[in-house]
């Protein structure tokens, strides 16, 4: 058998979904997101993060939630500024332009944004002949594992604020990074200091779903009609109703996202232990060693992940990808046929 | 404990689905509809339909399904006609407009269309300055309940084709269209006749999904990429492919619609025997019985159902909709409910 | 020499705007409408309306400023009421729908639109299922050569404020209406009265031309991005002011109107005198006479005008279309020719 | 008074077509492009290009013709590769995104394309995620004043050709490429070796007006209705079919585009006849030669021009643009003051 590293999303939801599933499966409820369970599952998340002005959408997936905040908030003339290895500019088949909007990316080493960055593209800025910066995007974790700390998330949303733009992050793997050893930024945070953000359970132990919180007053009206135009309000809300309220229940989220953590740092310290480097260093659930091509080759005869760029001839930077429900065993017997592989 | 006649999507899945997703939890698969329950449920699906040439692709909901196959079936200047009762007229919040297509509505006493009103929007046709006709969209059954002939499908079949029209059905209650009692139309007949239809699993006991199947050969061409493009491929195609399986493996598909149609006419039997009488004939899942406002109000104390439309200043008529959970006891005591509340 | 009746843009412009033309030729002015002739055309419409906080854009036709007004002011799910009969419905290529918006349409007799027919759709609205109803179209005149009276805009202008409605009058054949023999609406009116309406040049004397004038400040901003992004915004916007500053120059735009209504009502008389009916009264410089269809042939040998519609086997109504070009020779003998016709 | 060299669109258009214009203009015709100066306007250009299969289209503006161009070429999912410095990446606003389409962009330090950079592009496809690259954008000249060898375009079509890719010409300028003195491309090389081009007047001496030529036959059918549909069908099309009938008529184009290149090359003699140096070689009808600020401060108060870069502290690139109507003498005085300034 062969064990999967390829991504977050390789198996199903944790059992305790599942049991929700089957007690609640009977129960008569409204369509359209205004069954109970969405009721309690958004009054939880809001509990979570403390403020009360915030509102909170489920929908099912990250480039859905994508395009419906940016296609909400921005007017046609308005453009999103993001990091060149943003999800929305690689890997979302032109998800953002086809609502009508252009983004503006931003070269960055460690997939973050910074002022300065953001800066540069404000400043191509001409009247009339050019879009209008209105929104930054930036996703945390991001799509090389890295994370944000709260200062830098300060500075970007008073950079924000007081260039009229919207600070809007892709939480996908927000798990992951806000119970990384390295965090220092709280739920409650990114309600402060974001204007919209989403927490996504489709990478953290659910089937689907990613819940949307709009914590600016004045970009949250009629938002619901959006995510109906564009097929996203499910009939049976139910079903990412009962998914959220489990995963925010006894605080399910971080402890599967503390997992996947574990499980990525165990294989981190083995790979360094043989004496081999990474291509960024390993903050979250996801890990990108460097390898010859000849142990690549070898460890996919019994291990399923990505080749992520070509080094040099000999050489390769992989992705290695945990989550909630990596076993333990595999990590471990990972790093021994690694062991063996480099040795032999 | 109230008994809701609402709709069909009040309550979760049929029990082998859950089942089923209990029990493939934790194999990994890949990911974005490649795992092997999506190919064995499409495979399955068009073995039902007899037909080697159609592809399907699996997706959350009806909206979504109808914004899916119009933008991707229409050219920008090219629009669709449809029943002025049809539900990306009346219940999608302008989703197909939003995809930048115009519909063309044509009154119809059924909710059908035929050869006739189809021909009259054509006949707008204004060379430059109109859109060009290009689709035909169905719904069987239709959004009040009633359902089309092979003969009736047949000769939109052979008009559309002579006109170069695109035949589209839309089947969110395909499994109730199949399964009346005045039904004569097959799977097989679906893939023959029309160039694109789907089949709805939300209001046939999954959670969520609708399988879109498009039989043109012309028509098929990198349709995955508008579902990636407008948010609609999960990370987690399984949950998709899972309930198809389960919904097409032993005909269960056919067997709860057929259940929710036996008791949508065991309801529309005792109304009859009461003397009273219906906006239209029960053929399918949804009934349409006309009934005094003191009688309405009545019920509605104990049972959750729609004010279709008022009739005069007494009577109304409202709609009860039967689905694949419906209790056969719920039916009986609305039923004798019925009696006591005209008898009173 | 076939006289042309068929429409008001069969010929160039007036010979004040050609002498403007080249007169002005080789003064060196910015481009993008940051000329003087802009400038000053502006300034004139805005002193003649009256309205120190219009905003007034120069675009060059009709279907482009109906699509710039309606895409750059309504939110993606949110549509636009008008006529049945209206122009964006029945003669613009779906250009309103490709801009994501829906039209809601309302039966109407004489192309006009009223409170009443209005509400008809607002009753339409479903919370999340419907688009959210925010614009009413109207036409002056209309489609069909009506015009409003005071009390019917002030009328349209009080609904509209009241249920959060933005009134946008499409004034192509503005000119032909203000100037109506019927008509006691002003320019000034219009400021007042409605959010946002255009002035049409093309339709009036100008080789293209409308000038749209935003009254309602909190639809003013950003206008000219959407002009840039959509392809309206020419490099040598001096072509638009000089036009408009020559038709506003002297009020020749009303003398043109006029004139054009005058050579209508000439025709109009020549035909009542005849014993001959119309489809409507004529009001501007649209008239819809009902002639035998051998008179109709007849006539089409030595005049270019439309069949309007089919009244029955043997008789029809026509659309006879005078302009500010319109010489009162060809009127002349075209009700000598109908004379002939109708009396041989 | 000041000379302007700020751009190629400050006067209004060469006398010839202000007297076609003037005799043309009480003839009355059909409108919506159907009158006889469109249908000889495109006889004439589709002799000029020899090439019998090319449909001819006239519009309005450049934006306006890219939009439409890579809008109605385009299915949704499909985007355009163009150079980091093109115009639809930097002055339009936009306006291709918001037809839905993505572009991506290709360093060039020269502004123009080549296989190689549209092959990086080609190798970011990832099947399904991203979107799929199907047309080339390149303008003659370029934004920054260079033009295409007739090697480097059939260099390009062969790549285009062979990687499934639509080539498109921005020819905005191109009455200044085709008559460079570097020039070897053809009218009819370029219906040979691009699917679609358009020929710019708006630079060429017309008041408004680009000439779109599809040669590739499967990608002619209905352009029109997008035309319609996005606002740029003038009702009356003449005023494009008089002026594109003039600069065509005795090939004023080309002695116009000859103009304004024998001025530049004036001016850039002048300029290295004073030891300055160039930002790009002269090509065209756009100079950027290198001054300090003192001198470009000086120049300013009798010149209207751009600064385009700056290149360091004390000195920038500026861009001087000649035209049809640029006279001797600007150039001479300009020359002198020049030599006054950097003597001084």
């Known amino acids: 058998m062969k064990y999967n590293f390829k991504n977050d999303y390789t198996t199903g939801c944790h059992p305790n979904i599942l049991e929700a599933l089957v007690s609640s499966n009977l129960v008569a409820q409204e369509g359209y997101g205004e069954d109970q369970y969405c009721n309690e599952a958004i009054d939880l998340i809001k509990a979570k993060i403390d403020h009360g002005d915030s509102v909170v959408h489920l929908v ?59 800066q540069k593209q404000l400043d191509l800025f001409e009247e009339v002949h050019t879009t209008i910066p209105r929104m930054v995007y930036i996703s945390n974790s991001t799509e090389i594992g890295t994370i944000y700390s709260c200062d830098e998330l300060k500075a970007l949303s008073l950079f924000c604020r007081v260039n009229d733009l919207i600070l809007f992050m892709d939480g996908a793997r927000l798990a992951s990074a806000l119970t990384s050893a390295a965090n220092d930024v709280t739920l409650k945070d990114l309600a402060i200091y974001t204007d919209v953000f989403y927490i996504g359970g489709t990478k953290a132990g659910a089937l689907i779903g990613e819940a949307i919180v709009i914590n600016n007053k004045t970009l949250q009206k009629n938002f619901i009609y959006n995510m109906k135009q564009r097929g996203a309000l499910l009939a049976k809300g139910r079903l990412l ?30 790979i360094s232990d043989l004496g081999l480097s990474f291509l960024t260093p390993t903050y979250t659930n996801q890990l990108f060693p460097i390898l010859s091509n000849v142990v690549i080759a070898k460890l996919m005869e019994d291990y399923v992940f990505f080749t992520w760029i070509k080094i040099d001839e000999e050489v390769s930077a992989v992705r290695l990808v945990t989550s909630w429900s990596t076993e333990e065993q595999a990590v471990d017997e990972f790093i021994a046929d690694l062991k063996i592989a480099v040795g032999g």
Chains 1, 2, 3, 4 share one sequence.
């Open 241 to 270: 109703g009962i998914q959220f309220l489990e995963l925010f229940k006894d605080d399910l989220f971080f402890e599967l996202g503390n997992h996947a953590n574990r499980m990525a740092q165990k294989i981190s310290s083995g």
């Open 60 to 118: 099912s997936g990250g480039t859905q939630a994508n395009l419906l905040v940016i296609a909400a908030l921005l007017r046609p003339y308005e453009s999103v500024i993001a990091a060149e290895t943003a999800h929305i500019q690689v890997h979302e088949t032109g998800a953002i332009e086809a609502t009508g909007h252009r983004i503006q990316t931003v070269k960055s080493a460690d997939g973050k944004l910074s002022p300065d960055g953001i």
